[in-house]
């Protein structure tokens, strides 16, 4: 089968590949539809390590070709999604309430890491009964794969900054994750949502996606400003939808004393985060600091497909461009710049 | 002044009585606007015992006429909102996180059960900067009285549903509470929600306000149906509205293990709230039970009012008619029988 | 093998039966100790309905004697404790926290009630990995049984208290898991315990885990008695360690608004528990109510060994009688009616 | 009267000052025992910036001398603790549930910061009602005293911690506030406690509060010692209670994801409190960061005088050197440098 793979360090292209096999709890999906995600261009540009051949890829829908003999609740033909973590379910980290931990740190997170992702013609799928869900009819693929990671990162991080109803909430950055804690801070009762962003389109979607007000981090001093929006208190909630020790810095200084920084981005430079001292109270502040990883798992996935069914939320505004599965690398040198404007390139397998 | 109060039990009128005084802490308030609740009905009726000329009343705006030495966040001529509930706040239970049972039992709760209540010309407010909120420009009186009880007792009863995002939930009963139960629901992240209610206009306003699906449990038998509308599941979390043995029962029979029962009725009748003892799961079935007592406070109000500034809700489509004041009683009296299709009658103090 | 079954709705005996077989993922075990449940008193007089040669018993340690081929974390030989409660640790329930409900309402107890049990040569265990601990070096056998289920139910239900560190707590009868409870109020910072009880032996039990005063229901005003004993405050929380409707009055009765009331009983009887509708504040005092069933799991079993590693409790005190497998039935008998002052008796399968 | 002041920054001396007066909601207290903590180090060094002739001391026992016309719960004559940390309950913050924050990060902390402090012959205390309790019978002032501060903070840092029942954590540091989160870790239901410290007097102090294992920093890599004690796993709770970018860095190393960082030291030096990226899992391993200043009120030190009621704990092995009012500057030098061993020096009033 075909399979788009980081070749190493900064290289990737379409490999031919054996079609995996499936074990007893196992899946093997065909997937129909997938989205590039920034973590994949992080990936291939070392985030994680050296990797030889690995395939990229993580939020995908498709159709379930095979099941594994222990497999109960899906059956060949079945429309699924698969979370971007696919946790083992046994382990002492679900079992304590932190499922995308099992295995050690982000160990719940596999696909394309520590082992092959889902832009590949079959893929497989771990503890398929705990780790995918049934799309409910009238939920287009173009829409339910959405919920394999930007749903559900997004929603988690609004979910851990405990807002409390008809509280101030800000979302540092308004890429694809940031848009969606945008969505999920509104779904959490926000009563007031600030959005930073700086490019125009993803300003738009902001609004379209419920902020209340965008700041230009580019034309103001945010800090300054957003004290300003909260008349001098700052918020209850601060997210941090991009991942630098400057944005961390920047939700602990906008954050009421008993407020929630909270953590939705990847921080991939430096040895250090930084909290500024001071502003955090010498650490008395109660000014809290809550981190996750995309939750996966059946019940979680299948929430979030609710949510489509019912109409909350429409998130394929944020599907900027579309491609076959056979112009994926260019669709990938496109995200790994973000190019014309691109906020989600999504794949069709089918096109 | 004049000021409508409960007689004794069963009998109300407009009598004449001094203003009150204003204590070092308290503030004293001029009302606006004003709504008639079913628990001054319940109040009149002998709810709370025998009262001989209490004021009634605890939903009320206006505008601040005079403040006690020690209040330094209010000034005469703020136009402000009050909660139906006053807390103690240097009380043990504030203290502890239960503001509205300071004092003992409910004790938060003073207008019209322990002091006189805000149907009268003047108001006394005790703890005036914990227990006032300044409304926004921007927000009429008309929509901001909805905060005092209507909103902060329908989110509450949401908030304590733990409500998991894209969560399934059902409201009992869609008078004034529960339709701000299904707001709160919404506001909560809730995936589907399903009201239960038989009146027409109720039904009709339980779908403006975000229900997904509305039962007639005089139609089908709700339990069966809800569970049909679940999968057979059952809910995350059911929500009793109105406050019966029966309701709650329903209640605990459609949700599932793990789920949560929230309670937001007055439970006027019987010896005895029943759990049926075998859907209750032998007391085994993690399906818990949370009540409250209206939230209130200078912080809870602010952040309710929040949610009218940005347009998150508007409540005044449940205000189904509006009187003078001087045509208070007529309108107490059918509210008593919910003539004419009444939700919530609204006081004009200014008419 | 030998087993100890229930033959039908009160009748029980030692049958011969087939070694159970192991599948991919699961465990056989071999008890080396275990003890006799008032639930499996309950089974047999047809608590959970008709059973045929249904083997009894769900607390027990062994030795692993065979695991399946997927089984990572044990092997043969091990000493290793086996929760009452084996869940399905990939169903809904599971992910959503709430394991011991897996595959519906009290789901996760598996063990003599929808399959064979622990009282027999050979016992099978579900997803032996995430439900088999194994025990430490210096814990021995007789101690450890205890956390299969005694600790775990008990300490749950001081979980589920809530229990302010300093605060007052009652735990409502003291059998083996009312003492457990004690204990576990101890472990979550209880200031003042206070324990129900009208039987010497358990009385005195109660003090020696942890009680600070102990009433006799027999003798005083059970609820009058604790009111005093708060300073007519009543106490943080209540816990019923018996499961009767009148002991959950009584739990309300005796809890502050804003407190929380703590199920660990087996309610048995009745068509409702009644919850005594003014005491608990027509449904508005902020009295919650908790319940739950013993949380099973390797997480959850390697903790509560722990604390019997390190000496934070020793249990044992609580084993009044030991008889080999030989005597089972006797010793069954004489649970039946808790003869000769019977509080846990040990069946030990090496004697 | 006599009160041991700051002068200015570096300089101590006693002064003779007005008695305070006291206002509606005031009382005025007469100290019999007191202690000097750390802080009050800190404060003259220049922590809270310049202040002038302003009355040091915060952890204070004495006996009412007069109250406000507003008091309605104690008396001239009362023996009480007041709480270092001396809340608005009516403010925003501690409506909020963060009393300690009302007024502005730390504002509810005003003895000896924005307001003179406890080491004078008379002390006034704001919201006498809310922020003093009554020491019962049999409780000593020379035990009392540390409700104040000690164990009300050291146990603030262990219930943070959200410590799982039988779980392991590490304390670091065992200074008098440390000591108390040894103490608060073992009152949470923590199975093992690992101390780090140095001191052969602090580690022995150490172990009879609770530790199970003592690690020396200057002996072993602190870091690989954790997680040798914790099979590699890490533990579930990491408590810095000296309140270094050090300390904070090695408990993020040694929690295992999904666990918590509970903060309980005063973070005095650097921009920046720095995060190790990578073992904090780039933002994603749920290792949450928690921060909290020492709980106020009548609640929490009626709470905390019962667990010396009912001698849960005796905080009194950590006076190692008692001093007249008289001597205080002698104290308070030995202190500046923790001299003869000294943990915390008593001021005894009525010497």
Known sequence: ??????????????????????????????????????????????????RENLTLGHEAVGVVEEVGALVANFKQGDRVAVGAITPDWGSDAAQGGHSSQSGGALGGWKFANIKDGTFAEYVHVNEADANLALIPKGVPDESAVYVCDMMSTGFMAAENAKIPIGGNVVVFAQGPVGLMCTVGARLQGAGFVIAVESVPKRQELARHFGADEVVDFTKVDVVERILELTNGEG?????????????????????????????????????????????????????????????????????????????????????????????????????????????????????
Chains 1, 2, 3, 4 share one sequence.
Request: proline letters at 5%; charged letters at 25%.
């Open 235 to 351: 918020v209850d909630a601060a997210i941090d939808a991009l991942g630098t020790s400057q944005v961390l810095q920047q939700c602990v200084k906008v954050t009421k004393p008993g407020g929630m920084i909270s953590n939705a981005g990847y921080h991939g430079d430096g040895e250090f985060v930084e909290i500024p001292r001071v502003e955090w109270g010498v650490g008395m502040a109660e000014k809290d600091i809550a981190t996750g990883l995309c939750p996966g798992g059946h019940l979680r996935l299948s929430r979030l497909l609710r949510l489509l069914e019912t109409g909350r939320i429409d998130p394929t505004p944020m599907t900027t461009h579309t491609f076959g599965f056979d112009e994926i690398e260019k669709a990938f040198r496109m995200m790994e710049k973000k190019e014309d404007g691109m906020i989600k390139p999504m794949i069709d397998f089918e096109a």
């Open 1 to 50: 089968m075909k399979a788009f793979v980081m070749l190493n360090i900064g290289q990737v292209g379409v490999v031919e590949k054996d079609r995996p096999t499936c074990g007893p709890l196992d899946a093997i999906l065909r997937p129909t539809k997938g989205l590039i995600c920034t973590s994949d261009v992080h990936t291939v540009h070392g985030a994680v390590g050296e």
